[in-house]
Protein backbone atom coordinates (compact mmCIF):
# COMPACT_ATOMS: atom_id res chain seq x y z
CA UNK A 1 0.00 0.00 0.00
CA UNK A 2 1.72 3.50 -1.35
CA UNK A 3 1.87 6.04 1.55
CA UNK A 4 -0.39 9.41 0.66
CA UNK A 5 1.79 12.24 1.29
CA UNK A 6 -0.50 14.66 0.76
CA UNK A 7 -3.31 13.83 2.82
CA UNK A 8 -0.65 13.49 5.65
CA UNK A 9 0.94 16.39 4.82
CA UNK A 10 -3.02 18.38 5.19
CA UNK A 11 -3.04 17.51 8.71
CA UNK A 12 -2.59 19.73 11.56
CA UNK A 13 -1.69 16.89 14.02
CA UNK A 14 2.42 17.23 13.47
CA UNK A 15 5.17 19.32 12.01
CA UNK A 16 6.58 16.44 9.83
CA UNK A 17 5.44 18.58 6.30
CA UNK A 18 9.12 19.18 5.22
CA UNK A 19 9.81 15.41 5.32
CA UNK A 20 6.30 14.56 3.91
CA UNK A 21 6.61 10.97 6.37
CA UNK A 22 6.12 10.15 9.97
CA UNK A 23 9.22 9.73 11.49
CA UNK A 24 10.25 5.98 11.61
CA UNK A 25 9.51 4.36 14.83
CA UNK A 26 13.06 2.97 14.82
CA UNK A 27 14.04 6.16 15.49
CA UNK A 28 12.11 6.17 19.28
CA UNK A 29 12.94 2.61 19.81
CA UNK A 30 16.73 3.11 19.62
CA UNK A 31 16.55 6.46 21.55
CA UNK A 32 14.88 4.95 24.44
CA UNK A 33 17.15 1.66 24.44
CA UNK A 34 19.85 2.73 26.52
CA UNK A 35 17.14 3.42 29.85
CA UNK A 36 15.23 0.12 28.66
CA UNK A 37 18.77 -1.58 28.64
CA UNK A 38 20.22 0.10 31.77
CA UNK A 39 16.98 -1.61 33.47
CA UNK A 40 17.12 -5.27 32.44
CA UNK A 41 21.42 -5.58 32.36
CA UNK A 42 21.57 -3.59 35.22
CA UNK A 43 19.36 -5.53 37.69
CA UNK A 44 21.81 -7.69 39.64
CA UNK A 45 19.64 -9.72 41.59
CA UNK A 46 19.05 -12.73 38.56
CA UNK A 47 23.11 -12.78 38.80
CA UNK A 48 23.67 -12.72 42.20
CA UNK A 49 20.92 -15.76 42.63
CA UNK A 50 22.35 -17.79 39.90
CA UNK A 51 25.80 -17.18 41.60
CA UNK A 52 24.20 -18.09 44.79
CA UNK A 53 22.80 -20.99 43.40
CA UNK A 54 25.68 -22.71 41.72
CA UNK A 55 27.86 -21.98 45.41
CA UNK A 56 25.05 -23.79 46.81
CA UNK A 57 25.51 -26.81 44.31
CA UNK A 58 29.29 -26.92 45.03
CA UNK A 59 29.08 -26.79 48.96
CA UNK A 60 27.12 -29.03 49.11
CA UNK A 61 28.80 -31.31 46.61
CA UNK A 62 31.97 -31.09 48.94
CA UNK A 63 29.98 -31.95 52.25
CA UNK A 64 30.32 -27.94 53.47
CA UNK A 65 26.68 -27.66 54.41
CA UNK A 66 24.10 -30.32 54.80
CA UNK A 67 21.27 -30.77 52.46
CA UNK A 68 18.40 -29.61 54.40
CA UNK A 69 20.51 -25.84 54.23
CA UNK A 70 21.08 -26.54 50.38
CA UNK A 71 17.44 -27.86 50.11
CA UNK A 72 16.17 -24.57 51.91
CA UNK A 73 18.73 -22.55 49.66
CA UNK A 74 17.53 -23.61 46.00
CA UNK A 75 14.10 -22.93 46.15
CA UNK A 76 14.54 -19.21 47.17
CA UNK A 77 17.44 -18.37 45.00
CA UNK A 78 15.18 -19.54 42.15
CA UNK A 79 13.04 -16.39 43.06
CA UNK A 80 15.80 -14.02 42.15
CA UNK A 81 15.58 -15.26 38.25
CA UNK A 82 11.83 -13.37 38.14
CA UNK A 83 12.61 -10.38 40.70
CA UNK A 84 14.26 -7.17 40.82
CA UNK A 85 17.03 -6.03 43.39
CA UNK A 86 20.27 -6.28 44.96
CA UNK A 87 20.28 -9.98 45.83
CA UNK A 88 22.73 -11.38 48.90
CA UNK A 89 22.52 -12.69 52.25
CA UNK A 90 20.39 -9.92 53.57
CA UNK A 91 17.72 -10.25 50.53
CA UNK A 92 17.79 -14.45 50.97
CA UNK A 93 17.70 -13.98 54.62
CA UNK A 94 14.20 -12.04 54.69
CA UNK A 95 13.18 -14.58 52.23
CA UNK A 96 13.45 -17.28 54.65
CA UNK A 97 11.44 -15.29 57.57
CA UNK A 98 14.97 -14.17 59.12
CA UNK A 99 16.78 -17.39 59.28
CA UNK A 100 20.17 -16.08 59.07
CA UNK A 101 21.91 -19.11 59.78
CA UNK A 102 20.42 -20.50 56.57
CA UNK A 103 20.84 -17.66 54.79
CA UNK A 104 24.93 -17.01 55.50
CA UNK A 105 25.98 -20.23 54.23
CA UNK A 106 25.82 -18.80 51.07
CA UNK A 107 28.76 -16.52 51.67
CA UNK A 108 30.84 -19.01 52.83
CA UNK A 109 34.75 -18.77 51.64
CA UNK A 110 33.96 -16.27 49.46
CA UNK A 111 33.21 -12.61 48.64
CA UNK A 112 30.45 -10.68 47.44
CA UNK A 113 31.16 -9.15 44.05
CA UNK A 114 32.38 -11.76 42.44
CA UNK A 115 31.70 -13.09 39.50
CA UNK A 116 28.35 -11.71 39.20
CA UNK A 117 29.23 -8.11 37.29
CA UNK A 118 31.38 -10.91 35.11
CA UNK A 119 28.58 -12.30 34.12
CA UNK A 120 26.46 -9.11 33.59
CA UNK A 121 29.14 -8.22 31.29
CA UNK A 122 29.12 -11.02 29.29
CA UNK A 123 25.17 -10.82 28.67
CA UNK A 124 25.66 -7.26 27.74
CA UNK A 125 28.72 -8.60 25.27
CA UNK A 126 26.53 -11.12 23.77
CA UNK A 127 23.78 -8.99 22.83
CA UNK A 128 26.70 -6.17 21.72
CA UNK A 129 27.93 -8.84 19.34
CA UNK A 130 24.78 -9.74 17.76
CA UNK A 131 24.20 -6.38 16.45
CA UNK A 132 27.51 -6.24 14.98
CA UNK A 133 26.63 -8.81 12.92
CA UNK A 134 23.53 -6.91 11.64
CA UNK A 135 25.54 -3.99 11.26
CA UNK A 136 28.24 -6.12 9.07
CA UNK A 137 25.55 -7.44 7.15
CA UNK A 138 24.19 -4.68 6.16
CA UNK A 139 27.90 -3.06 5.09
CA UNK A 140 28.68 -6.05 2.99
CA UNK A 141 24.93 -5.94 1.17
CA UNK A 142 25.52 -2.11 0.71
CA UNK A 143 28.72 -2.28 -0.69
CA UNK A 144 28.00 -5.41 -3.13
CA UNK A 145 25.03 -3.10 -4.33
CA UNK A 146 27.48 -0.04 -5.10
CA UNK A 147 30.12 -2.04 -6.18
CA UNK A 148 30.45 0.04 -9.31
CA UNK A 149 29.26 3.68 -8.23
CA UNK A 150 32.85 5.72 -8.41
CA UNK A 151 33.28 8.81 -6.16
CA UNK A 152 35.99 10.87 -5.33
CA UNK A 153 38.09 9.60 -2.59
CA UNK A 154 39.47 12.07 -0.45
CA UNK A 155 42.53 12.90 1.57
CA UNK A 156 41.89 16.13 3.84
CA UNK A 157 38.82 16.51 3.06
CA UNK A 158 39.93 17.14 -1.16
CA UNK A 159 39.65 15.29 -4.10
CA UNK A 160 42.81 12.47 -3.80
CA UNK A 161 41.91 9.50 -5.78
CA UNK A 162 38.44 7.87 -7.32
CA UNK A 163 37.45 4.76 -5.56
CA UNK A 164 33.69 3.34 -5.21
CA UNK A 165 31.01 3.86 -2.95
CA UNK A 166 31.11 0.05 -2.08
CA UNK A 167 34.58 0.35 -1.46
CA UNK A 168 34.06 3.04 1.31
CA UNK A 169 31.06 1.23 3.06
CA UNK A 170 33.76 -2.32 2.55
CA UNK A 171 36.26 -0.04 4.68
CA UNK A 172 33.77 0.66 7.27
CA UNK A 173 32.92 -2.94 7.41
CA UNK A 174 36.30 -3.68 8.33
CA UNK A 175 36.84 -1.12 10.83
CA UNK A 176 33.33 -2.52 13.39
CA UNK A 177 34.96 -5.87 12.36
CA UNK A 178 38.65 -5.47 13.76
CA UNK A 179 36.82 -3.83 16.47
CA UNK A 180 34.61 -6.92 17.06
CA UNK A 181 38.12 -8.91 17.26
CA UNK A 182 39.23 -6.10 20.42
CA UNK A 183 35.86 -7.18 21.71
CA UNK A 184 36.14 -10.98 21.44
CA UNK A 185 39.60 -10.28 23.42
CA UNK A 186 37.66 -9.00 25.84
CA UNK A 187 34.82 -11.31 26.01
CA UNK A 188 37.70 -13.90 26.83
CA UNK A 189 38.94 -11.78 29.29
CA UNK A 190 35.51 -11.17 30.81
CA UNK A 191 33.83 -14.64 30.68
CA UNK A 192 36.44 -16.55 33.30
CA UNK A 193 35.33 -17.27 36.87
CA UNK A 194 36.84 -15.11 39.65
CA UNK A 195 34.70 -16.92 42.40
CA UNK A 196 36.14 -18.67 45.92
CA UNK A 197 38.91 -15.62 45.65
CA UNK A 198 38.00 -14.51 49.24
CA UNK A 199 39.13 -10.81 49.41
CA UNK A 200 42.30 -11.34 48.23
CA UNK A 201 43.88 -15.03 49.63
CA UNK A 202 41.48 -17.89 48.77
CA UNK A 203 39.78 -19.27 51.78
CA UNK A 204 40.29 -22.25 54.39
CA UNK A 205 37.28 -23.79 53.00
CA UNK A 206 37.41 -26.83 51.04
CA UNK A 207 35.80 -24.90 47.89
CA UNK A 208 35.79 -26.39 44.13
CA UNK A 209 36.21 -23.51 42.22
CA UNK A 210 36.22 -25.48 39.00
CA UNK A 211 33.27 -27.18 39.47
CA UNK A 212 31.34 -23.41 39.56
CA UNK A 213 33.25 -22.37 36.19
CA UNK A 214 31.61 -24.93 34.95
CA UNK A 215 27.88 -24.60 36.31
CA UNK A 216 28.13 -20.81 35.69
CA UNK A 217 29.36 -21.17 31.84
CA UNK A 218 32.57 -19.61 32.52
CA UNK A 219 35.23 -20.44 29.67
CA UNK A 220 37.84 -20.52 32.30
CA UNK A 221 39.12 -20.08 35.89
CA UNK A 222 41.24 -17.49 36.83
CA UNK A 223 43.62 -19.02 39.08
CA UNK A 224 45.31 -16.85 40.37
CA UNK A 225 43.30 -15.37 43.69
CA UNK A 226 44.75 -12.52 44.16
CA UNK A 227 44.00 -11.30 40.24
CA UNK A 228 40.04 -12.11 41.07
CA UNK A 229 39.73 -8.87 43.21
CA UNK A 230 41.92 -6.64 42.40
CA UNK A 231 42.85 -6.14 38.55
CA UNK A 232 39.27 -5.79 37.25
CA UNK A 233 41.23 -4.98 33.84
CA UNK A 234 38.57 -7.04 31.36
CA UNK A 235 36.19 -3.56 31.97
CA UNK A 236 38.78 -1.37 30.36
CA UNK A 237 39.77 -4.01 28.00
CA UNK A 238 36.17 -3.97 26.97
CA UNK A 239 35.57 0.04 26.79
CA UNK A 240 38.82 0.20 24.78
CA UNK A 241 36.64 -2.11 21.79
CA UNK A 242 33.37 -0.67 22.48
CA UNK A 243 35.11 3.07 21.45
CA UNK A 244 37.12 1.46 18.67
CA UNK A 245 33.48 0.43 17.46
CA UNK A 246 31.80 3.53 17.68
CA UNK A 247 34.48 5.46 16.54
CA UNK A 248 34.20 3.68 13.46
CA UNK A 249 30.20 4.13 13.34
CA UNK A 250 30.85 8.16 14.38
CA UNK A 251 33.26 8.98 11.60
CA UNK A 252 31.06 7.21 8.66
CA UNK A 253 27.46 8.58 9.61
CA UNK A 254 29.99 12.40 9.88
CA UNK A 255 31.24 11.63 6.20
CA UNK A 256 27.64 10.39 5.46
CA UNK A 257 26.18 13.72 6.43
CA UNK A 258 28.44 15.95 4.91
CA UNK A 259 27.34 14.13 1.30
CA UNK A 260 24.29 14.56 2.01
CA UNK A 261 24.46 18.06 2.03
CA UNK A 262 22.50 20.22 -0.46
CA UNK A 263 25.62 21.52 -1.84
CA UNK A 264 26.62 18.26 -2.26
CA UNK A 265 23.86 15.54 -3.20
CA UNK A 266 25.47 12.53 -3.85
CA UNK A 267 22.77 11.27 -1.42
CA UNK A 268 20.14 11.88 1.09
CA UNK A 269 18.50 10.48 4.21
CA UNK A 270 15.70 8.62 4.18
CA UNK A 271 12.59 10.74 4.58
CA UNK A 272 11.67 9.37 7.74
CA UNK A 273 14.89 9.78 8.87
CA UNK A 274 15.11 13.37 8.82
CA UNK A 275 15.81 16.02 11.02
CA UNK A 276 13.04 19.01 11.35
CA UNK A 277 12.79 22.71 12.41
CA UNK A 278 10.27 24.20 14.57
CA UNK A 279 10.95 27.21 13.24
CA UNK A 280 12.41 27.10 9.52
CA UNK A 281 9.75 25.38 7.42
CA UNK A 282 12.20 24.23 4.80
CA UNK A 283 14.69 21.95 7.21
CA UNK A 284 14.35 18.26 6.47
CA UNK A 285 18.14 17.73 7.44
CA UNK A 286 19.68 14.35 7.51
CA UNK A 287 21.55 15.38 10.85
CA UNK A 288 18.40 13.99 12.32
CA UNK A 289 19.48 10.52 12.95
CA UNK A 290 23.64 11.16 12.30
CA UNK A 291 23.75 13.36 14.57
CA UNK A 292 22.00 10.76 17.22
CA UNK A 293 24.18 8.38 16.45
CA UNK A 294 27.38 9.94 17.09
CA UNK A 295 25.99 11.57 20.23
CA UNK A 296 25.61 7.66 21.19
CA UNK A 297 28.43 7.67 20.46
CA UNK A 298 30.06 10.20 22.21
CA UNK A 299 28.30 8.47 25.34
CA UNK A 300 30.46 5.07 24.87
CA UNK A 301 33.68 7.68 24.51
CA UNK A 302 32.69 9.43 28.09
CA UNK A 303 32.14 6.04 29.58
CA UNK A 304 35.54 5.27 28.42
CA UNK A 305 37.21 8.09 29.83
CA UNK A 306 36.01 8.15 33.06
CA UNK A 307 36.57 4.48 33.82
CA UNK A 308 40.29 5.87 33.20
CA UNK A 309 39.70 8.48 35.66
CA UNK A 310 38.16 6.18 38.22
CA UNK A 311 41.41 3.06 37.99
CA UNK A 312 44.09 5.68 37.62
CA UNK A 313 44.75 6.43 40.77
CA UNK A 314 44.01 3.10 42.52
CA UNK A 315 46.16 0.19 43.92
CA UNK A 316 46.29 -3.05 42.73
CA UNK A 317 43.61 -4.30 45.23
CA UNK A 318 39.98 -4.29 45.70
CA UNK A 319 38.46 -0.98 46.60
CA UNK A 320 35.16 0.83 45.75
CA UNK A 321 36.25 2.65 41.93
CA UNK A 322 37.46 -0.12 40.61
CA UNK A 323 34.72 -2.39 42.43
CA UNK A 324 32.05 -0.18 41.08
CA UNK A 325 33.20 0.09 37.87
CA UNK A 326 30.96 -2.63 35.33
CA UNK A 327 28.19 0.23 35.07
CA UNK A 328 30.44 1.61 32.37
CA UNK A 329 30.75 -1.31 30.84
CA UNK A 330 26.46 -1.83 30.95
CA UNK A 331 26.17 1.79 29.34
CA UNK A 332 28.98 1.59 26.68
CA UNK A 333 27.22 -1.49 25.47
CA UNK A 334 23.76 0.18 26.01
CA UNK A 335 24.95 3.14 23.75
CA UNK A 336 27.06 1.61 21.47
CA UNK A 337 23.65 -0.80 20.64
CA UNK A 338 21.39 2.18 19.93
CA UNK A 339 24.10 4.02 17.72
CA UNK A 340 24.41 0.52 15.59
CA UNK A 341 20.62 0.33 15.88
CA UNK A 342 20.24 3.60 14.15
CA UNK A 343 23.11 3.20 12.23
CA UNK A 344 21.68 -0.31 10.37
CA UNK A 345 18.16 0.55 10.25
CA UNK A 346 19.16 4.30 8.67
CA UNK A 347 21.66 3.34 5.86
CA UNK A 348 19.72 0.85 3.81
CA UNK A 349 17.01 3.29 3.67
CA UNK A 350 19.49 6.33 2.11
CA UNK A 351 18.89 8.07 -0.85
CA UNK A 352 22.22 7.21 -2.84
CA UNK A 353 22.80 9.54 -6.70
CA UNK A 354 25.53 7.23 -8.28
CA UNK A 355 25.18 9.71 -11.34
CA UNK A 356 25.88 12.56 -8.87
CA UNK A 357 28.80 11.12 -7.13
CA UNK A 358 30.34 10.30 -10.85
CA UNK A 359 29.72 13.77 -12.04
CA UNK A 360 31.85 15.52 -8.51
CA UNK A 361 34.50 12.75 -8.94
CA UNK A 362 34.80 13.84 -12.85
CA UNK A 363 34.71 17.59 -12.58
CA UNK A 364 37.91 17.11 -9.82
CA UNK A 365 41.38 16.55 -11.28
CA UNK A 366 41.74 12.92 -9.19
CA UNK A 367 43.15 11.87 -12.42
CA UNK A 368 45.95 13.47 -12.79
CA UNK A 369 47.96 10.05 -10.74
CA UNK A 370 47.39 8.27 -13.48
CA UNK A 371 48.54 11.02 -15.93
CA UNK A 372 51.93 11.39 -14.14
CA UNK A 373 52.60 7.45 -14.76
CA UNK A 374 52.12 7.58 -18.21
CA UNK A 375 54.41 9.89 -17.97
CA UNK A 376 57.30 8.10 -16.03
CA UNK A 377 56.35 4.63 -17.30
CA UNK A 378 55.37 5.62 -21.15
CA UNK A 379 58.04 8.18 -21.60
CA UNK A 380 61.41 7.84 -19.13
CA UNK A 381 60.01 11.31 -16.90
CA UNK A 382 61.29 11.26 -13.18
CA UNK A 383 59.09 11.04 -10.35
CA UNK A 384 59.52 14.35 -9.50
CA UNK A 385 59.67 15.72 -13.13
CA UNK A 386 56.23 14.21 -13.60
CA UNK A 387 54.53 15.60 -10.71
CA UNK A 388 55.91 19.05 -10.99
CA UNK A 389 54.52 19.17 -14.75
CA UNK A 390 51.33 17.72 -13.92
CA UNK A 391 50.47 20.13 -10.58
CA UNK A 392 51.02 23.02 -12.90
CA UNK A 393 48.70 21.97 -15.36
CA UNK A 394 46.13 21.22 -13.16
CA UNK A 395 46.75 25.02 -11.52
CA UNK A 396 46.59 26.45 -14.96
CA UNK A 397 43.58 24.53 -15.67
CA UNK A 398 41.73 25.81 -12.58
CA UNK A 399 42.71 29.48 -13.05
CA UNK A 400 40.99 29.27 -16.60
CA UNK A 401 37.96 26.95 -15.65
CA UNK A 402 39.16 24.60 -17.89
CA UNK A 403 37.52 20.96 -17.04
CA UNK A 404 39.68 17.78 -16.61
CA UNK A 405 38.41 16.51 -19.95
CA UNK A 406 38.87 19.25 -21.53
CA UNK A 407 42.81 19.36 -20.77
CA UNK A 408 45.04 18.90 -23.71
CA UNK A 409 48.52 17.74 -24.70
CA UNK A 410 49.29 21.16 -25.40
CA UNK A 411 48.27 22.38 -21.90
CA UNK A 412 50.68 19.70 -20.29
CA UNK A 413 53.40 20.53 -22.88
CA UNK A 414 52.80 24.64 -21.72
CA UNK A 415 53.13 22.99 -17.98
CA UNK A 416 56.75 21.82 -18.71
CA UNK A 417 57.58 24.57 -19.99
CA UNK A 418 57.03 26.51 -16.95
CA UNK A 419 58.61 23.73 -15.27
CA UNK A 420 61.60 24.00 -17.80
CA UNK A 421 61.43 20.47 -18.53
CA UNK A 422 61.50 18.61 -21.56
CA UNK A 423 57.84 19.05 -23.45
CA UNK A 424 56.15 15.55 -23.42
CA UNK A 425 54.04 16.11 -26.08
CA UNK A 426 51.39 14.04 -25.27
CA UNK A 427 48.24 13.78 -27.68
CA UNK A 428 45.14 15.41 -25.84
CA UNK A 429 43.77 11.72 -26.33
CA UNK A 430 46.23 10.66 -23.76
CA UNK A 431 45.60 13.52 -21.48
CA UNK A 432 41.72 12.61 -21.55
CA UNK A 433 42.03 9.26 -20.84
CA UNK A 434 43.35 10.05 -17.61
CA UNK A 435 41.66 12.77 -16.99
CA UNK A 436 38.19 11.76 -17.99
CA UNK A 437 38.09 8.45 -15.63
CA UNK A 438 36.04 6.74 -18.24
CA UNK A 439 38.30 3.48 -17.67
CA UNK A 440 40.12 4.41 -14.00
CA UNK A 441 38.50 1.35 -12.37
CA UNK A 442 39.59 -1.20 -15.39
CA UNK A 443 43.26 0.36 -14.41
CA UNK A 444 43.13 -0.05 -10.69
CA UNK A 445 42.71 -3.53 -10.23
CA UNK A 446 46.06 -4.84 -8.02
CA UNK A 447 45.30 -6.84 -4.83
CA UNK A 448 42.96 -4.72 -2.72
CA UNK A 449 42.07 -1.68 -5.70
CA UNK A 450 38.72 -0.59 -5.78
CA UNK A 451 38.18 -1.96 -9.26
CA UNK A 452 34.81 -4.69 -9.39
CA UNK A 453 36.43 -8.29 -9.91
CA UNK A 454 38.84 -7.51 -6.84
CA UNK A 455 35.90 -5.73 -4.35
CA UNK A 456 33.97 -8.69 -5.52
CA UNK A 457 36.67 -11.03 -4.07
CA UNK A 458 37.26 -8.94 -0.90
CA UNK A 459 33.35 -8.79 0.15
CA UNK A 460 32.92 -12.98 -0.57
CA UNK A 461 35.82 -12.83 1.97
CA UNK A 462 34.23 -10.84 4.32
CA UNK A 463 30.70 -13.18 4.14
CA UNK A 464 32.73 -16.04 4.99
CA UNK A 465 34.51 -14.27 7.73
CA UNK A 466 31.06 -12.82 9.00
CA UNK A 467 29.61 -16.49 9.35
CA UNK A 468 32.74 -17.44 10.86
CA UNK A 469 32.48 -14.69 13.81
CA UNK A 470 28.68 -15.95 13.63
CA UNK A 471 29.76 -19.33 14.44
CA UNK A 472 31.72 -18.05 17.26
CA UNK A 473 28.77 -16.39 18.78
CA UNK A 474 27.07 -19.46 18.58
CA UNK A 475 29.40 -21.41 20.04
CA UNK A 476 29.43 -18.62 23.09
CA UNK A 477 25.54 -18.91 23.56
CA UNK A 478 26.25 -22.52 23.84
CA UNK A 479 28.48 -22.62 26.61
CA UNK A 480 26.28 -20.64 28.37
CA UNK A 481 23.43 -23.05 27.96
CA UNK A 482 25.57 -25.95 28.55
CA UNK A 483 25.76 -23.97 32.30
CA UNK A 484 22.88 -23.19 32.46
CA UNK A 485 21.90 -27.07 32.29
CA UNK A 486 24.34 -28.51 34.15
CA UNK A 487 23.39 -26.16 36.95
CA UNK A 488 19.57 -26.90 36.60
CA UNK A 489 20.16 -30.49 36.50
CA UNK A 490 22.40 -30.21 39.71
CA UNK A 491 19.92 -28.37 41.82
CA UNK A 492 17.22 -30.59 40.83
CA UNK A 493 19.28 -33.36 41.86
CA UNK A 494 19.33 -31.95 44.90
CA UNK A 495 16.21 -31.50 45.52
CA UNK A 496 14.80 -34.67 44.55
CA UNK A 497 17.42 -35.81 47.43
CA UNK A 498 16.28 -37.89 50.56
CA UNK A 499 17.82 -37.20 53.74
CA UNK A 500 19.70 -40.62 55.31
CA UNK A 501 17.88 -41.58 58.32
CA UNK A 502 20.46 -41.96 61.06
Same mark, same amino acid.
Given at each position: ?5 D?Y??R?D????A??M????R? @? ?10 E? #?G???PYV ?16 I $?L? &? ?8 K ?11 D?? $?? $? ?5 ? &? ?10 Q???A ?7 L??T ?10 L???S???V !???M @???S??S ?7 G???? &??? !???A????Q???A ?9 GC????G &? ?8 ? %????G????I??V?DC???Q??I???LF ?12 TLD ?15 ? %????L???? =????HS ?9 A??E /??G ?6 ? +??K ?15 FV?K?? +?? /?Q?A?G ?5 ? =?DM? /? ?6 Q #???D????S????I ?14 R?C ?17 TG??? !???A??S???L??? %? ?8 S???F????C?L??P?K =? ?8 R?E ?16 EE????L +? !??I???L?? $?????
Open positions: MTFDVACAKHRAHAGPADPA @AQWSQHPHKYMK #INRLGKMDQAWTVMLYRQGL $KE &TAQKLLPVLEAQTEIGWGGEWI $KE $KLDGDEY &TASAVNLGRTLEPMRMQMRDAIDFDMIHEVRQVIDLEKY !DAL @AGQHMHAQPTTYQYLL &TMH !DGVRAEELALYKFTNMNSGGACS &TGWDVDRQLV %TELLFDELELYEASDEPQIALSSLAMTLSRGHEIWSLEEIGMMAVGD %TWKGSSFM =PQKAGGVTENIRRCN /VFQMTTCMF +AYGELIQDNLPVYQAPPFGC +AE /VRMLFKSML =PY /VYPDRML #IVKGYSGPDLAVMIRDMDYGSRQAHIANAVRMARQRNIKPCEMELI !DEAALNEPPHL %TTEQVQECMLDHLEKHNGDC =PETMRMIGIRQLQASQQQQAQRKQRLGDRK +A !DAEAIQE $KPVCA
